[in-house]
């Protein structure tokens, strides 16, 4: 089945460390996204990317990286830079233009 | 970037009612979107309706698109406890627009 995967669902880091989120799909989309949310609150755009090798800022994307080597996959880091990454994060993928997003199960970020 | 409101904040009702929630954007669009997420889950696509559509179906689900008024509607009929969610409008392109705080429906069995 196609489908875009997250991982971990949990994760938690000291305050100060970098942190690598996953983010892999199958569905053969070409754009690729990340996406903040906190309690009770919508969605942020932190950055996507519509080609391999090729991204940009969304609204919140301070102390936040991304890179997009494969289409497959788009890896968030959460910088220590990042004031407040204590957060649900949701990676989502579309064929782009008019057809909506494809999201994954979220991973939770908590710094400890 | 581009924003969707949903209003209400939050609705609950019995199961069996009709639920109706709103969404109002600001600029221009090709299509708008709306999406369901359980509790600390991804969220699920529902349905998509272009500019030069007024109304869809799907299911229980149906959606109405007013691009004068610049606002849609998703009316959920004979709803049921697992309806319970939030729900959210996003416009597109996707990567333009973000997502309002959504509404919070709660279906009582």
């Known amino acids: 089945d196609g489908g875009i995967t997250q991982s971990p669902k949990y994760l938690f880091r000291k305050e100060g460390q970098n942190v690598t989120l996953s983010c892999e799909q199958n569905l053969n989309h070409d754009a690729m996204y990340w996406y903040r949310q906190d309690p009770g609150q919508g969605l942020r755009l932190i950055y996507y990317?519509?080609?391999?090798?090729?991204?940009q800022k969304g609204d919140i994307a301070e102390g936040y990286s991304v890179s997009r080597e494969k289409k497959e996959s788009f890896p968030l880091t959460v910088t220590s830079a990042q004031k407040n990454p204590t957060a649900f994060y949701l990676c989502?993928?579309?064929?782009?233009?008019?057809?909506?997003?494809?999201f994954g199960s979220g991973t939770r970020l908590t710094i400890v | 970037s581009q924003q969707g409101e949903e209003d209400p904040q939050a609705l609950s009702i019995q199961e069996g009612e009709n639920a109706t929630m709103n969404c109002s954007y600001k600029?221009?669009?090709?299509?708008l979107q709306w999406y369901r997420q359980n509790s600390g889950r991804g969220l699920v696509h529902l349905i998509l309706?272009?500019?030069?559509?007024r109304e869809k179906h799907s299911g229980r689900l149906r959606v109405t698109l007013d691009t004068s008024k610049k606002s849609s509607s998703l009316l959920i009929t004979a709803s049921r406890a697992a309806d319970t969610a939030s729900y959210f409008c996003?416009?597109?392109?996707?990567?333009?627009?973000?997502f309002g705080d959504g509404t919070t429906l709660t279906v009582k069995p």
């Open positions: 990317s519509q080609i391999v090798n090729d991204f």
């Open positions: 989502a993928s579309s064929k782009g233009g008019s057809y909506g997003y494809t």
């Open positions: 600029t221009s669009i090709n299509n």
């Open positions: 996003a416009t597109d392109p996707p990567g333009k627009s973000t």
């Open positions: 309706i272009r500019s030069n559509e």
